[in-house]
Protein backbone atom coordinates (compact mmCIF):
# COMPACT_ATOMS: atom_id res chain seq x y z
CA UNK A 1 0.00 0.00 0.00
CA UNK A 2 1.80 2.82 -1.14
CA UNK A 3 -0.55 5.83 0.58
CA UNK A 4 0.82 8.98 -0.75
CA UNK A 5 4.56 9.22 -2.47
CA UNK A 6 6.59 11.82 -2.26
CA UNK A 7 9.79 12.45 -4.49
CA UNK A 8 12.80 13.36 -4.19
CA UNK A 9 13.31 12.46 -0.45
CA UNK A 10 16.03 15.25 -0.67
CA UNK A 11 17.39 18.19 -2.25
CA UNK A 12 19.85 20.99 -2.06
CA UNK A 13 19.25 23.84 -4.40
CA UNK A 14 21.17 26.84 -4.54
CA UNK A 15 19.52 30.76 -4.07
CA UNK A 16 17.79 30.86 -7.62
CA UNK A 17 17.68 27.72 -9.26
CA UNK A 18 13.96 26.19 -9.49
CA UNK A 19 12.57 22.61 -9.68
CA UNK A 20 9.25 21.00 -8.58
CA UNK A 21 8.59 18.47 -5.94
CA UNK A 22 6.31 15.49 -6.72
CA UNK A 23 3.87 13.91 -4.98
CA UNK A 24 1.16 11.25 -6.03
CA UNK A 25 -1.51 9.11 -3.75
CA UNK A 26 -3.45 5.84 -5.09
CA UNK A 27 -6.34 5.89 -2.54
CA UNK A 28 -8.63 8.09 -4.81
CA UNK A 29 -8.57 10.93 -2.92
CA UNK A 30 -10.20 14.15 -3.83
CA UNK A 31 -7.76 16.46 -1.71
CA UNK A 32 -4.29 17.16 -1.80
CA UNK A 33 -2.21 19.40 0.13
CA UNK A 34 1.42 20.82 0.88
CA UNK A 35 2.85 21.94 4.15
CA UNK A 36 6.02 23.32 4.97
CA UNK A 37 7.75 21.95 8.45
CA UNK A 38 10.41 24.26 10.46
CA UNK A 39 11.41 24.19 13.78
CA UNK A 40 9.12 25.61 16.63
CA UNK A 41 6.77 26.27 13.89
CA UNK A 42 4.28 23.25 13.47
CA UNK A 43 3.25 22.56 9.96
CA UNK A 44 2.06 25.05 8.05
CA UNK A 45 -0.48 25.14 4.94
CA UNK A 46 0.91 26.35 1.67
CA UNK A 47 -1.53 25.73 -1.25
CA UNK A 48 -4.11 23.21 -0.91
CA UNK A 49 -6.39 21.01 -3.85
CA UNK A 50 -10.13 20.27 -2.72
CA UNK A 51 -10.38 18.72 -6.15
CA UNK A 52 -9.13 17.60 -9.53
CA UNK A 53 -9.17 21.35 -11.13
CA UNK A 54 -8.62 23.49 -8.16
CA UNK A 55 -6.09 25.28 -6.24
CA UNK A 56 -6.33 27.61 -3.30
CA UNK A 57 -3.71 29.38 -1.44
CA UNK A 58 -3.11 28.22 2.29
CA UNK A 59 -1.29 30.36 5.18
CA UNK A 60 2.44 30.68 3.61
CA UNK A 61 1.98 30.64 -0.02
CA UNK A 62 4.38 33.28 -1.63
CA UNK A 63 7.13 32.05 -3.68
CA UNK A 64 5.22 28.75 -4.61
CA UNK A 65 3.01 27.33 -7.30
CA UNK A 66 1.06 24.49 -7.56
CA UNK A 67 -0.13 22.25 -10.39
CA UNK A 68 -3.05 19.79 -9.76
CA UNK A 69 -2.24 17.35 -12.44
CA UNK A 70 -4.78 14.68 -12.36
CA UNK A 71 -6.69 13.31 -9.12
CA UNK A 72 -4.06 11.42 -8.06
CA UNK A 73 -1.15 13.93 -8.34
CA UNK A 74 0.01 17.59 -6.67
CA UNK A 75 2.96 18.94 -7.45
CA UNK A 76 4.50 21.70 -5.51
CA UNK A 77 7.17 24.36 -7.79
CA UNK A 78 9.79 26.64 -6.47
CA UNK A 79 10.52 29.09 -9.01
CA UNK A 80 13.34 31.21 -7.71
CA UNK A 81 14.40 29.51 -4.56
CA UNK A 82 15.06 31.17 -1.41
CA UNK A 83 17.41 30.13 1.68
CA UNK A 84 13.96 30.95 3.83
CA UNK A 85 12.71 28.04 1.52
CA UNK A 86 15.30 25.65 3.65
CA UNK A 87 12.28 22.90 4.81
CA UNK A 88 10.52 19.71 5.39
CA UNK A 89 7.81 19.67 2.75
CA UNK A 90 4.97 17.60 3.06
CA UNK A 91 2.15 16.12 0.79
CA UNK A 92 -0.97 15.01 2.10
CA UNK A 93 -4.28 13.61 0.80
CA UNK A 94 -7.61 13.59 2.33
CA UNK A 95 -11.57 12.28 1.15
CA UNK A 96 -13.68 15.07 0.94
CA UNK A 97 -16.13 15.83 3.33
CA UNK A 98 -13.64 14.05 5.67
CA UNK A 99 -11.04 16.07 5.87
CA UNK A 100 -10.66 16.86 9.05
CA UNK A 101 -9.54 13.58 10.32
CA UNK A 102 -8.87 11.60 6.76
CA UNK A 103 -5.11 13.14 6.15
CA UNK A 104 -2.73 10.75 5.04
CA UNK A 105 1.02 11.98 4.72
CA UNK A 106 3.73 11.23 2.46
CA UNK A 107 7.28 10.89 4.62
CA UNK A 108 8.49 14.52 3.14
CA UNK A 109 10.66 16.06 1.01
CA UNK A 110 14.29 17.45 2.91
CA UNK A 111 15.08 20.81 1.04
CA UNK A 112 18.40 22.72 1.93
CA UNK A 113 18.58 26.04 -0.57
CA UNK A 114 22.55 27.69 0.15
CA UNK B 1 -0.69 33.14 11.19
CA UNK B 2 -0.61 30.08 13.84
CA UNK B 3 -3.57 29.76 15.91
CA UNK B 4 -2.61 26.51 17.81
CA UNK B 5 -0.21 27.03 20.33
CA UNK B 6 1.21 23.52 22.57
CA UNK B 7 3.32 23.26 25.39
CA UNK B 8 5.49 22.14 26.95
CA UNK B 9 7.73 22.47 23.61
CA UNK B 10 9.97 19.46 24.53
CA UNK B 11 9.77 17.04 26.98
CA UNK B 12 12.25 14.66 28.32
CA UNK B 13 11.52 11.84 30.36
CA UNK B 14 11.98 8.20 31.84
CA UNK B 15 10.25 5.58 30.77
CA UNK B 16 7.93 4.66 32.22
CA UNK B 17 6.72 7.96 33.34
CA UNK B 18 3.28 9.44 32.18
CA UNK B 19 3.22 12.25 30.07
CA UNK B 20 0.54 15.59 29.67
CA UNK B 21 0.56 17.85 26.84
CA UNK B 22 -2.31 20.94 25.99
CA UNK B 23 -2.81 22.98 22.89
CA UNK B 24 -4.35 26.19 23.33
CA UNK B 25 -6.16 28.45 20.59
CA UNK B 26 -6.71 31.65 20.22
CA UNK B 27 -10.61 30.32 18.53
CA UNK B 28 -12.94 28.33 19.03
CA UNK B 29 -12.39 24.57 17.54
CA UNK B 30 -15.33 21.98 16.77
CA UNK B 31 -12.99 18.93 15.93
CA UNK B 32 -9.20 18.64 17.83
CA UNK B 33 -6.96 15.47 16.06
CA UNK B 34 -3.72 14.86 18.11
CA UNK B 35 -1.03 13.69 15.54
CA UNK B 36 2.63 12.06 15.38
CA UNK B 37 5.41 12.10 13.86
CA UNK B 38 8.12 9.16 14.51
CA UNK B 39 11.44 11.15 13.16
CA UNK B 40 11.58 11.34 9.13
CA UNK B 41 8.08 10.09 8.71
CA UNK B 42 5.00 12.08 8.12
CA UNK B 43 2.52 12.73 10.90
CA UNK B 44 0.36 9.91 11.36
CA UNK B 45 -3.70 10.55 13.32
CA UNK B 46 -3.79 9.25 16.52
CA UNK B 47 -7.28 10.38 17.80
CA UNK B 48 -9.77 12.74 16.66
CA UNK B 49 -12.27 14.66 19.46
CA UNK B 50 -15.86 15.93 18.27
CA UNK B 51 -17.32 17.25 20.84
CA UNK B 52 -16.72 19.69 24.13
CA UNK B 53 -15.94 17.79 26.99
CA UNK B 54 -15.21 14.64 25.26
CA UNK B 55 -12.52 12.06 26.63
CA UNK B 56 -11.39 9.69 23.89
CA UNK B 57 -8.69 6.79 24.37
CA UNK B 58 -6.05 5.10 22.06
CA UNK B 59 -4.40 2.32 24.39
CA UNK B 60 -2.27 4.27 26.41
CA UNK B 61 -3.25 7.51 25.06
CA UNK B 62 -6.03 9.72 26.66
CA UNK B 63 -6.76 13.00 24.40
CA UNK B 64 -10.11 15.48 25.95
CA UNK B 65 -11.63 18.08 24.47
CA UNK B 66 -11.78 20.94 26.53
CA UNK B 67 -15.30 22.39 27.64
CA UNK B 68 -14.64 26.15 26.37
CA UNK B 69 -13.44 24.75 23.15
CA UNK B 70 -10.16 26.60 23.02
CA UNK B 71 -8.23 23.69 24.25
CA UNK B 72 -7.28 20.17 23.78
CA UNK B 73 -4.79 17.72 26.28
CA UNK B 74 -3.39 14.54 25.75
CA UNK B 75 -1.88 12.20 27.99
CA UNK B 76 0.65 9.00 27.63
CA UNK B 77 0.45 6.50 30.54
CA UNK B 78 3.12 4.31 30.82
CA UNK B 79 5.61 5.53 27.97
CA UNK B 80 7.81 3.19 26.02
CA UNK B 81 10.34 3.75 24.06
CA UNK B 82 8.32 3.61 20.71
CA UNK B 83 6.47 7.02 22.01
CA UNK B 84 10.00 8.97 20.83
CA UNK B 85 8.71 11.93 18.31
CA UNK B 86 6.78 15.02 17.60
CA UNK B 87 3.16 15.34 18.74
CA UNK B 88 0.82 17.69 17.20
CA UNK B 89 -2.10 19.24 17.86
CA UNK B 90 -4.39 20.13 14.62
CA UNK B 91 -8.38 21.51 13.64
CA UNK B 92 -10.18 22.61 11.18
CA UNK B 93 -9.18 25.98 9.38
CA UNK B 94 -11.76 28.08 7.53
CA UNK B 95 -13.69 25.59 7.12
CA UNK B 96 -13.75 21.99 7.04
CA UNK B 97 -11.32 20.54 4.10
CA UNK B 98 -7.87 22.35 5.49
CA UNK B 99 -6.13 21.71 8.68
CA UNK B 100 -4.00 24.33 10.83
CA UNK B 101 -0.98 22.34 13.28
CA UNK B 102 0.02 23.73 16.63
CA UNK B 103 3.75 24.13 16.82
CA UNK B 104 4.83 20.43 18.49
CA UNK B 105 5.61 19.20 21.59
CA UNK B 106 8.73 17.04 21.08
CA UNK B 107 9.06 13.84 23.47
CA UNK B 108 12.52 11.76 23.84
CA UNK B 109 13.09 9.35 26.69
CA UNK B 110 16.01 8.93 28.85
CA UNK B 111 17.81 5.70 29.01
Known sequence: ?114 | GQQLNQSPQSMFIQEGEDVSMNCTSSSIFNTWLWYKQDPGEGPVLLIALYKAGELTSNGRLTAQFGITRKDSFLNISASIPSDVGIYFCAGPWRGNEKLTFGTGTRLTIIP
Not at chain 1, 82 to 98: E, M
Open chain 1, 1 to 114: NAGVTQTPKFQVLKTGQSMTLQCAQDMNHNSMYWYRQDPGMGLRLIYYSASEGTTDKGEVPNGYNVSRLNKREFSLRLESAAPSQTSVYFCASSTLGTGTYGYTFGSGTRLTVV
